[in-house]
C-alpha cells in the first residue's frame, strides 16, 4: 500500500507570492490533515478534512487556506507569503475519526523556503 | 486548550544504555496518546500508542510507554537503545472531541553513540 504523497517535496518562494501543496493520503482514508514543522514553533496543527468538510482549524491566519477533494487528496495554499512561512509542512491522513482515532500517517513533507 | 510538554530537548546515551523520555500533558478529558519517532531525512512514524484499556503500551522496536492518569504522563521507555534509535522522538496528545487535531510536543532529539 503506497503512502502519504506530497509533492513537491521542495518549494523556493519569494515574499508575496502564494503556493499550492499537493497531498494524497493512502488509498482508503478520508481524513486528511495539515501540520506545519518548524525549529522554533516545532508541530503545529492548521486543519482537518473530512469528505470535502474541514472538521478543525489550528490558530494560523486566513491566508492559509486548504481543500479536500471528492478523492479525498487535499491542497493547501498560503498567499501573500512571508519569510515565516518556511517550514516543512507535512500532510497526514487517516482512515476514520472519532472517539477511537485510527492512527496518522504522515508524509515527507513539503519543504518551502520564502525568500 | 489542551498542552503537551517534553521534560528533555536532547539526550546522548551510549549504546545499551536504557532510555526513559518524559511526557506530560494538561487537559481535563479523555485523551488519546502517541509516540512519533523522525529518524533523519525520514517522515514521521507512529511509534505506540494509547487509546484506553492496559496503560502499559508496547510499540515497534522494543519501545513501551505506560500511561499514569494521576500524573497526566505518558512516558516512553526502552530497556536497550541501539546507534539506529537515533532520531528526534514526539510525545502528542489527541482529546476525544478534537478529530484529528495532534498536539505535538516539542520533541526530544536522541543521539545513541556507538
Known amino acids: 500500500k503506497a503512502g502519504v504523497t506530497q509533492t513537491p517535496r521542495y518549494l523556493i518562494k519569494t515574499r508575496g507570492q502564494q503556493v499550492t501543496l499537493s497531498c494524497s493520503p493512502i488509498?482508503?482514508?478520508?481524513?486528511v490533515s495539515w501540520y506545519q514543522q518548524t525549529p522554533g514553533q516545532g508541530l503545529q496543527f492548521l486543519f482537518e478534512?473530512?469528505?470535502?468538510?474541514?472538521?478543525n482549524k489550528g490558530n494560523f491566519p486566513g491566508r492559509f487556506s486548504g481543500r479536500q477533494f471528492s478523492n479525498s487528496r487535499s491542497e493547501m495554499n498560503v498567499s501573500t507569503l512571508e519569510l515565516g512561512d518556511s517550514a516543512l509542512y507535512l500532510c497526514?491522513?487517516?482512515?476514520?475519526?472519532?472517539?477511537?482515532?485510527?492512527?496518522?500517517?504522515f508524509g515527507n513533507g513539503t519543504r518551502l523556503t520564502v525568500t | 486548550a489542551q498542552s503537551v510538554s517534553q521534560h528533555n530537548h536532547h539526550v546522548i546515551l551510549s549504546e545499551a544504555a536504557s532510555l526513559e523520555l518524559g511526557c506530560n500533558y494538561s487537559?481535563?478529558?479523555?485523551?488519546?496518546l502517541f509516540w512519533y519517532v523522525q529518524y533523519p531525512g525520514q517522515h514521521l512514524q507512529l511509534l505506540l500508542k494509547?487509546?484506553?484499556?492496559?496503560?502499559l503500551v508496547k510499540g515497534i522496536k522494543g519501545f513501551e510507554a505506560e500511561f499514569i492518569k494521576s500524573k497526566f504522563s505518558f512516558n516512553l521507555r526502552k530497556p536497550s537503545v541501539q546507534w539506529s534509535d537515533t532520531a528526534e522522538y514526539f510525545c502528542?496528545?489527541?482529546?476525544?472531541?478534537?478529530?484529528?487535531?495532534?498536539?505535538f510536543g516539542g520533541g526530544t532529539r536522541l543521539m545513541v553513540k556507538p
Open positions: 497526514a491522513s487517516s482512515a476514520v475519526v472519532g472517539p477511537n482515532n485510527s492512527p496518522l500517517h
Open positions: 488509498s482508503g482514508h478520508r481524513s
Open positions: 478534512y473530512f469528505s470535502e468538510t474541514q472538521r
Open positions: 487537559y481535563g478529558g479523555t485523551v488519546n
Open positions: 494509547y487509546f484506553s484499556g492496559d496503560p
Open positions: 502528542a496528545v489527541i482529546s476525544n472531541n478534537a478529530g484529528n487535531m495532534l498536539t
